[in-house]
């Protein structure tokens, strides 16, 4: 079992519509969540961290399931420029970083 | 402006033929990371530095070295090349020697797509 797992879609959604990723994750002693943004052949970026009270950042809420241990991404009205692959990051102990594979979202007009 | 360049953007080269990426960040970072992304296995750590002359492997260090000579720089080493080192390279680095957290985000530079044939 990988370490962190996505949905690697793709998902198509139309203009407007809102959308939602999750990410599971198998270390419990996991400690800090991201969601990164890739766009196609660019460099990852950071879209936001994921808190244990959930957190929002205008069209985009994240949240963090410790019980079950997964993280999700949701994203509401979702716009042309939202296209994109996001990826989910996870952190543990002793500076252990693990990128999930991505999730590509393709927002059609 | 604050950023992590990488050099070069694309490189082709032949099976063992000795080559060096380019990595340099200006914002006075602690931790510096190269990473491999390949389709469907995601990004994977190949080494990390918490500070200088410190270094330690990531989850695929095989075929690469790294050297942390300065703060500021932290080269990819492949001595000898082979096909299966074709990718995309990133590296990145934050504030913190203890590398990602909430408070020090990973800033990654712009790629280097290497082909090795």
């Known amino acids: 079992r990988k370490e962190v797992e996505q949905d690697p879609g793709p998902f198509n959604v139309p203009e407007g519509a809102t959308v939602a990723f999750n990410c599971t994750y198998s270390n419990s002693a996991s400690q800090s969540f991201f969601w990164y943004r890739q766009d196609c052949r660019k460099e990852p970026k950071l879209l936001m961290s994921v808190y244990s009270s959930g957190n929002e950042d205008g069209r985009f809420t994240a949240q963090l399931n410790r019980a079950s241990q997964y993280i999700s991404l949701l994203i509401r009205d979702s716009k042309l420029s939202d296209s994109a692959t996001y990826l989910c990051v996870v952190t543990g102990s002793a500076r252990q970083l693990t990128f999930g594979s991505g999730t590509q979202l393709t927002v059609l007009p | 402006e604050a950023q992590v360049t990488q050099n070069p953007r694309y490189l082709i080269t032949v099976t063992g033929k000795k080559l060096t990426v380019t990595c340099s960040q200006n914002?006075?970072?602690?931790?510096m990371s190269w990473y491999r992304q390949d389709p469907g296995l995601g990004l994977r750590q190949i080494y990390y530095?918490?500070?200088?002359?410190?270094?330690d492997k990531g989850d695929v260090p095989e075929g690469y070295k790294v050297s942390r000579k300065e703060k500021r720089n932290f080269p990819l080493i492949l001595e000898s090349p082979s096909p299966n080192q074709t990718s995309l390279y990133f590296c990145?680095?934050?504030?913190?020697?203890?590398?990602?957290?909430?408070?020090?985000?990973?800033?990654f530079g712009n790629g280097t797509r290497l082909t090795v044939t």
């Open positions: 530095s918490m500070n200088v002359e410190v270094t």
């Open positions: 990145a680095s934050s504030l913190s020697s203890g590398g990602l957290s909430y408070n020090s985000p990973l800033h």
């Open positions: 914002m006075n970072h602690e931790y």
